[in-house]
């Protein structure tokens, strides 16, 4: 299985500052024959299902607002909240879909 | 808008059988996968295995191979997971979700299952 890890488990950031969250498989995730990297990522708030944020890496859902944002950097991927507002307390899981799903551990977004 | 809407709360004794539904709506059901994943408190999600909506193949999660079963029903849209061999450990919320190349898009409201004596 492809083991996913995630940093930091907790992070508190002040409202309106930028929140970044690290993810990293333990291997290459990208799929060579569209070139695309198949890692998502989730919100998760207490009581509810998760929430899809971003997809193939860098694609935002739907309906997610803009200040979420996906990033790669070779094997490595980000996820950045560029204004932490209070609604966005939650953890954020990234997940891989290259073989199965599996999930990294979560990070805890907390307000400072 | 779609939908996916899965059965109550279960209790169940060790070594006994559960069976959750997922009643899907507002999308062609056999166009896409049903995911089933589960979460235990505090827990990240863990995924358990899938069927395609269309031709009913599935593909499960070597961790519960032999004990999990997931099937569907096209003309009623809904998907079932039946895990069996219930341990106190299997205590979860399970999720149904629709696939979307390989990743899982829209997500049931999840179904606590609570394994105890």
């Known amino acids: 299985d492809i083991v996913v890890t995630q940093s930091p488990d907790t992070l508190a950031v002040s409202l309106g500052e930028r929140a970044t969250i690290n993810c990293k498989p333990s291997?290459?995730?990208?799929?060579?024959?569209?070139?695309?990297?198949?890692l998502a990522w989730y919100q998760q708030k207490p009581g509810q299902p998760p929430k899809p944020l971003i997809y193939?890496?860098?694609n935002r859902e739907s309906g997610v607002p803009d200040r979420f944002s996906g990033s790669v950097s070779g094997t490595d991927f980000t996820l950045t909240i560029s204004s932490l507002q209070a609604e966005d307390v939650a953890v954020y899981y990234c997940?891989?879909?290259?073989?199965?799903?599996?999930f990294g551990q979560g990070t805890r977004v907390e307000i400072k | 808008q779609v939908q996916l809407v899965q059965s109550g709360a279960e209790v169940k004794k060790p070594g006994a059988s559960v069976k959750v539904s997922c009643k899907a709506s507002?999308?062609?059901?056999?166009?896409?996968?049903i995911h089933w994943l589960r979460q235990a408190p505090g827990q990240r999600p863990e995924w358990m295995g899938w069927?395609?909506?269309?031709?009913?193949?599935?593909k499960y999660s070597q961790r519960f191979q032999g004990r999990v079963t997931i099937t569907r029903d096209t003309s009623a849209t809904t998907a079932y997971m039946d895990l069996g061999s219930l341990r106190y450990e299997d205590t979860a919320v399970y999720y149904c979700?629709?696939?979307?190349?390989?990743?899982?898009?829209?997500w049931g409201q999840g179904t606590l299952v609570t394994v105890s004596s």
């Open positions: 979700a629709r696939g979307y190349y390989g990743s899982s898009d829209h």
């Open positions: 507002g999308y062609t059901f056999t166009r896409h996968a």
């Open positions: 069927i395609n909506g269309g031709n009913g193949n599935t």
């Open positions: 291997q290459s995730v990208l799929y060579s024959s569209d070139n695309k990297n198949y």
């Open positions: 193939w890496a860098v």
């Open positions: 997940q891989q879909y290259y073989d199965t799903q599996t």
